[in-house]
């Protein structure tokens, strides 16, 4: 066996051992490293491994990231969202680290969602937002919160935030994995494939409320 390969063998294992015994990004072993194009990707469940290239080639632009001057695409609902991840932004890879820049227009919602893996911190860059989330008990914690003001999401609980204000919202959202996972709860539930009969009688619908809901948000519109 090389030792490129017994390397690469060791390194699948030990993060495949941190996601077991700890249930969140592995502990760095070298200062950084630059995902190196050449050898592709590695997927295992939700850890995605990006083969590090020899550090002497890395560059002060991999650590740089100009992509979040302005607002990315607006949805039909007034939200843009441009999520960064090592895949974009090489510096960040084994860093245990990623973040968003999300835009909200007047009146927009970033609807109820959950990141499996990681926890969030929200800063609000400008705009007045109405932020929160709900814990296991379903007790909801929520309020405005202002230009400069930050608000934390725990891993795994279910969040939201609108834009309560007459102007556009910038929010920055900082999350402690680099793969943090987005569920929104509208899509789950009627944009999956749930069977409508089950939909029906957990939320007291009619079928053709069941339909209209499960065409809004189908995933193939």
Not at 126 to 142: E, H, I, K, T
């Amino acid at each position: 066996m090389s030792p490129k390969l017994a390397l690469l063998l060791v390194t699948l294992s030990l993060h495949h051992y941190a996601h077991i015994t700890t249930a969140s990004d592995p502990d760095p072993i070298q200062d950084f490293c630059i995902p190196n194009p050449e050898f592709g990707v590695t997927k295992l469940a939700h850890l995605t491994i990006l083969p590090c290239k020899n550090s002497s080639e890395a560059t002060t632009d991999d650590f740089v990231f100009s992509g979040l001057k302005s607002a990315g695409n607006f949805s039909e609902s007034g939200l843009a969202t441009i999520p960064v991840n090592p895949i974009v932004f090489p510096g960040l890879n084994t860093l245990g680290m990623s973040f968003v820049r999300a835009d909200l227009k007047a009146g927009a919602v970033n609807p109820p969602h959950f990141h499996p893996r990681a926890t969030e911190i929200s800063y609000v860059v400008q705009g007045s937002v109405y932020s929160g989330f709900v814990d296991s008990s379903n007790r909801v914690f929520a309020r405005v919160i202002e230009q400069g003001e930050v608000m934390v999401f725990p891993r795994g609980l279910v969040h939201f935030q609108m834009n309560v204000g007459d102007k556009p919202a910038t929010v920055f959202g900082s999350f402690n994995g680099q793969n943090p996972g987005s569920q929104k709860i509208p899509s789950a539930i009627f944009g999956s494939g749930i069977q409508a009969e089950l939909l029906e009688k957990a939320f007291g619908l009619t079928p053709k409320q069941i339909g209209t809901m499960k065409r809004k948000f189908d995933p193939k519109r």
